[in-house]
T-cell receptor, first 110, second 110 residues
C-alpha cells in the first residue's frame, strides 16, 4: 500500500530552526516533493529530491534518504509568514501518480 | 510558464444536485492531470488522474467521475452530490518534475 507519514502539528519560535519529517512507503519512487499551503489556498512548490542528500534553497532545505524512505524539510530563520501547512508528496515510478501526505501544520510564534 | 485555470472558486450545492468542475491548462501540452480533494484538516487525496485525452484512472471509489475531452481540459463531475462530497478540490497538472496547481474550488454540499 501507499503511505506517507508526517507529524500533524508543530510549533516553533520566530527566528528559530524547525525540521519537519516525512516517512513514506510506496510501491515505487520517482521523486519527493515538499509544498507549502496557506489556509484556503493552493499549495506552492518548495523543493524536489530524487537523489539522496540535501537540497538547499535559501532558508529552506530538503533531505532525502531513499533507503530509509525518509525525508525532512528544514526551515531556518523562521518568520511569522512561514505559518502554514507543509505537504510531503511522493511520485510513483511511472511518474503518473503523486501521493500526498496529510500535511504538517506549522505555527510560528513571536 | 504553465498555469491552470479552475472554476468556480466557491460553490454551494444542495444534496442530490449535479456537479461539474472544470479546469483548463495553459502554457504546455500533454500534461498529466489530476483531481485531488482535501477535506478540512486533512491532506490531499488523489481522486483521478489522466495521462491523455480520454484516459482516466480512478483512485477512490465514489460517486464522482472525471473526463478529459481535450488535451488541456479536465472535468470533475457528479450526478448526485452527497454531504460527504464537501471539501476543497484541486486540479493539478504535471510535466516532468514540475507540478502546477489550480486555485481550488471550495465545495459545500448542504
Amino acid at each position: 500500500g501507499q503511505n506517507i507519514d508526517q507529524p500533524t502539528e508543530m510549533t516553533a519560535t520566530e527566528g528559530a530552526i524547525v525540521q519537519i519529517n516525512c516517512t513514506y512507503q510506496t510501491s515505487g519512487f520517482n521523486g519527493l516533493f515538499w509544498y507549502q499551503q496557506h489556509a484556503g489556498e493552493a499549495p506552492t512548490f518548495l523543493s524536489y529530491n530524487v537523489l539522496d542528500g540535501l537540497e538547499e534553497k535559501g532558508r529552506f532545505s530538503s533531505f532525502l534518504s531513499r533507503s530509509k524512505g525518509y525525508s525532512y524539510l528544514l526551515l531556518k530563520e523562521l518568520q511569522m509568514k512561514d505559518s502554514a501547512s507543509y505537504l510531503c508528496a511522493v511520485r510513483d515510478t511511472g511518474g503518473f501518480k503523486t501521493i500526498f501526505g496529510a500535511g504538517t501544520r506549522l505555527f510560528v510564534k513571536a | 510558464s504553465q498555469t491552470i485555470h479552475q472554476w468556480p472558486a466557491t460553490l454551494v450545492q444542495p444534496v442530490g444536485s449535479p456537479l461539474s468542475l472544470e479546469c483548463t491548462v495553459e502554457g504546455t501540452s500533454n500534461p498529466n492531470l489530476y483531481w485531488y480533494r482535501q477535506a478540512a484538516g486533512r491532506g490531499l487525496q488523489l481522486l483521478f488522474y489522466s495521462v491523455g485525452i480520454g484516459q482516466i484512472s480512478s483512485e477512490v471509489p465514489q460517486n464522482l467521475s472525471a473526463s478529459r475531452p481535450q488535451d488541456r481540459q479536465f472535468i470533475l463531475s457528479s450526478k448526485k452530490l452527497l454531504l460527504s462530497d464537501s471539501g476543497f478540490y484541486l486540479c493539478v497538472g504535471s510535466v516532468n518534475t514540475e507540478a502546477f496547481f489550480g486555485q481550488g474550488t471550495r465545495l459545500t454540499v448542504v
